[in-house]
C-alpha cells in the first residue's frame, strides 16, 4: 500500500543553520529550559550541542574550544544568572580564541522575579551580545535568531 508523501517525508537538506552551544550558568541545575532551547533551536534548523546544567565556568571554556560554535546560549531558571553569567562572560571575553563568539543569556537572571531590577544593562556591559529577561517571553529571542542568523553565517567556520 502506498502512502502519500508528505512534506515531512523530504528527503533531508543540507545543513543551513549555525552550531549553537546550549548550557546554564554553574549555579543552575534545571534542565527543562535547555532541552526546550535545544528543541526550539533544531526546529529553526541550528546545529544544536546541550553541554547541560550546572557547568562551571573552566569547563564551559573549554567546550566552546571543542566544539566551536557559531554562538553559545546561556539560560538561568534559579535567579542567580545575572551573577553567575557576569562572571562566565568576563572569563570568556579574557580568552584571545573566543573573545568574538556570540553569546547570549536569557531566563530568570535575579532573584526578584519581573519586580525586580532589569539586569540588561549590566550583563551587555559586562560583554553579552544579547540579554533576554524571563518576563519577555520567547519571542524577542526568537526575533534576535532571525536578525543573527545571517550575521552569524559569515562567521561560519
Not at 549553537?20 to 541550528?46: A, I, M, P, R
Request: charged share 20%.
Amino acid at each position: 500500500m502506498s502512502v502519500p508523501a508528505s512534506s515531512h517525508d523530504a528527503a533531508p537538506t543540507a545543513f543551513s543553520g549555525r552550531r549553537v552551544l546550549v548550557s546554564s550558568v554553574s549555579s543552575d541545575s534545571h534542565t527543562w529550559n535547555l532541552v526546550f532551547l535545544q528543541l526550539l533551536l533544531e526546529d529553526l534548523g541550528h546545529e544544536v550541542t546541550n553541554i547541560g546544567a550546572c557547568v562551571p565556568d573552566e569547563l564551559l571554556i573549554a567546550e566552546c574550544r571543542r566544539h566551536r560554535p557559531d554562538m553559545m546560549v546561556i539560560s538561568s531558571v534559579n535567579g542567580h544568572g545575572a551573577l553567575d553569567g557576569s562572571r562566565l562572560i568576563r572569563r570568556l571575553r579574557q580568552e584571545p580564541d573566543l573573545s568574538d563568539l556570540k553569546v547570549v543569556i536569557g531566563g530568570k537572571l535575579g532573584i526578584r522575579g519581573a519586580d525586580g531590577d532589569s539586569h540588561s544593562q549590566n550583563l551587555l556591559e559586562a560583554g553579552f551580545d544579547a540579554v533576554f529577561e524571563d518576563a519577555a517571553g520567547i519571542a524577542p529571542f526568537r526575533r534576535y535568531l532571525a536578525a543573527a542568523t545571517p550575521a552569524l553565517e559569515g562567521a561560519a567556520r
